[in-house]
């Protein structure tokens, strides 16, 4: 009778100690402890596998639960338009997010992976976004209130697909515009540059004062971690060839392409991004005097240093050609997480091997890991690891639009505007008889969004929600004004019209990267015919879409008013508010405006500078000017109207003249 009794006490102590295991007490899952003693106590109980696997990052398309659990992947990546399926909902990255995620909670220790993706102007890659304009238009704004909104929307749209991680701002400082990559410079100024670094205030919260400098801040879960990048001198390669050399002296690196990089550092940027560029010769991706000397010793930079995609690879010539040499030289140069991104095995086998050999020691591995580790443990990636649906509805909402909206009408810079301050053409009158839109850039969603948008290389027409410039156009003039959209008239055309004004809008074809490196700089043919021969037989606003200054020269005769409207994104109505007067024009040019290619490179203070737009340079509306006001020159535009006004006015001199 009593032995079953006693089998029942042993099994309920037995179902208590299994039950205490449970709740055994993990000091790197304490939120309360400080995060250097969580990380030290999670490094502490890591396998060498392990630690490389935090040190690895791989593109989605090689994610799978299984495979971050085998390998202890670290963290993933979107590449340019790499995404779940086309149009994909928020409720598809979510879920996207969240199994890679299963697999990595589901390992021995249970260490969350960091998604990332390239929002670099909005969440760029996702259907329904908002797009904001890129970095050289926001450079044009100098205004870094407006950034740092910004960076909060785009950290709530990123946070939206469930993502933590982007990659981004560009913070180089491009100083020769046929560099493909120089719409993603806000100027060819560090200054400018320094001051549009608030964009990291917003993606990742606002530091607190007494913050230790170096140290990575990411404020929760409405925040991102931002990635400064590419360090360093990305904007300064010789001739503007992407991924090239960068040829300066310690002057010139330190004054020009590095100040950037102590503002992000000081607002607490979570991780930096190596260039595939050189600097004097020596790849960055193997510089250990500046990843290891300069920016994680001299700096006290305390967040991750990321490859570029591939970065390792292309350290030699050809790329890939002895990738244990690059994985060893990446690695020592203080490269703490690879984006690999795809041979994930090779990889791992490789630093496994150079670590087991010696050549890359265990104190480097560990110092790379901690910083992965500090990064996920302040943003409180172990507390919340899986992403929910709760912010699903901030992507593409109508603040954020409005705020692209805001910064779509700052960063205009009008370049001409009437042949003399008393004779401006801008703004335009809503009310007019007839209008012609033209151009291969007036109706084309895509081309304004540039590269970076949806896919890698950009798109043509309607690549995502948003408002292109005709229909902006369409919607902010009078019901009587009848516009008339055809891209490119020939003359019989004109000539059959009488239009009251027209507004052309023309510029470069969407592009990213090395595939947009150009040694001519012209504008997508037939946009100087269509300048050409609309302004010829009209009076005619030109408005140029394009991520750089282009050559206009030649044709500025020919019309009435030019605005630089680089690449807006998916907010064309900020165009129209501004062209027909609802609001100023307030933008600055955030780089110099050549007058001819074979000038280049020429920036701001440089002796040969002899500019078509200086640096700087951008009109305002003189308001002080009778009918100038917005309303005003709704009046004077008409054309009838506008004989009323002129007898009118005689009219009322010819009274003064009689009256003194
Ligand atoms: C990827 C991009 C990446 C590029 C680099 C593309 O295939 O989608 O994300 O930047 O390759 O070469
Ligand atoms: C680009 C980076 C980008 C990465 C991931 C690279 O080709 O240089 O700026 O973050 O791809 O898409």
Request: charged share 20%.
């Amino acid at each position: 009778m009593t032995f079953p009794n006693i089998s029942w006490a042993c099994l309920l102590l037995l179902l208590c100690f299994a039950s205490m295991g449970d709740a055994v007490y993990t000091k790197y899952k304490d939120p309360k402890q400080p995060t250097n003693t969580r990380i030290k106590d999670l490094i502490s109980r890591m396998t060498l596998a392990e630690k490389i696997g935090q040190m690895t990052q791989i593109e989605r398309l090689e994610a799978s639960a299984d495979v971050m659990k085998k390998h202890f992947i670290g963290s993933v990546l979107s590449g340019g338009g790499s995404v779940p399926a086309p149009q994909a909902t928020p409720s598809i990255w979510v879920n996207m997010v969240n199994e890679f995620q299963k697999g990595s909670l589901s390992t021995r220790l249970g260490i969350p992976m960091i998604y990332g993706i390239d929002a670099v102007h909005g969440n760029n890659n996702v259907y329904n976004a908002t797009l904001f304009p890129h970095n050289v238009g926001l450079g044009a704004t100098r205004d870094p209130d407006l950034i740092r909104r910004i960076g909060e929307a785009t950290a709530l749209e990123v946070r939206a697909t469930g993502i933590p991680y982007t990659f981004a701002p560009c913070i180089a400082v491009c100083r020769d515009p046929r560099w493909g990559r120089c719409y993603e410079s806000y100027s060819e100024d560090h200054r400018v540059v320094q001051q549009m670094t608030d964009i990291i205030l917003g993606l990742q919260g606002e530091i607190p004062m007494n913050h230790t400098k170096g140290v990575p801040y990411i404020a929760g879960k409405d925040k991102v971690a931002a990635c400064a990048k590419h360090y360093v001198g990305d904007g300064g390669t010789h001739s503007g060839i992407n991924e090239n050399n960068t040829i300066v002296d310690e002057h010139g690196l330190l004054g020009i392409h590095m100040p950037p990089y102590y503002d992000s550092i000081i607002k607490g940027v979570a991780t930096v991004m190596v260039s595939y560029s050189s600097l004097n010769g020596v790849k960055m991706h193997a510089n250990h005097d500046l990843v290891t000397g300069y920016l994680k010793s001299k700096l006290h930079f305390r967040g991750f240093v990321i490859s570029d995609w591939q970065g390792i690879d292309r350290i030699t010539s050809p790329p890939g050609s002895n990738y244990t040499y690059s994985v060893q030289a990446g690695i020592n140069a203080g490269i703490d997480m690879v984006m690999v991104p795809f041979n994930y095995i090779d990889y791992i086998n490789d630093v496994t091997y150079l670590v087991k050999k010696g050549i890359i020691n265990m104190s480097r591995i560990d110092d790379a890991v901690r910083r992965i580790l500090r990064v996920k443990f302040t943003m409180g990636l172990f507390e919340n690891p899986l992403a929910d649906l709760s912010f699903a509805d901030q992507l593409g909402k109508k603040e954020h639009r409005e705020l692209a909206r805001e910064a779509v009408r700052k960063s205009l810079v009008l370049l001409k505007n009437g042949n003399s301050p008393n004779q401006q053409f801008l703004p335009l009158p809503k009310k007019a008889r007839s209008i012609l839109v033209a151009g291969s850039h007036a109706s084309n969603l895509g081309y304004q969004c540039g590269g970076w948008s949806v896919q890698w290389m950009g798109g043509s027409g309607n690549i995502t929600a948003g408002t292109t410039i005709l229909d902006a156009i369409k919607s902010t003039v009078a019901d009587s004004t009848h516009v008339v959209h055809t891209e490119n008239p020939d003359e019989n055309f004109m000539k059959s019209n009488d239009f009251s004004f027209a507004i052309v809008v023309v510029g470069e074809p969407p592009y990213a990267e090395t595939l947009g490196d150009n040694a001519e700089l012209t504008i997508l043919e037939p946009g100087t015919d269509t300048i050409r021969t609309v302004c010829s037989a009209a009076k005619c606003a030109v408005v140029i879409i394009s991520g750089r200054p282009v050559v206009i020269e030649p044709y500025l005769p020919l019309m009435e008013a030019l605005v630089a409207a680089w690449l807006p994104g998916t907010e064309g109505q900020g165009v129209a508010d501004v062209l027909f007067g609802d609001y100023g024009f307030t933008g600055k040019l955030p780089r110099t405006w050549f007058k001819s290619v074979d000038q280049l490179p020429m920036n701001v203070g440089d002796p040969h500078y002899d500019p078509l737009f200086p640096f700087g340079f951008g009109l305002a509306i003189n308001s002080s000017q009778p009918g100038f006001s917005a309303s005003g020159a709704d009046r004077l535009r008409d054309g009838n109207e506008r004989i009323v006004y002129a007898v009118l006015s005689s009219v009322l001199s010819v009274i003064l003249m009689f009256w003194a």
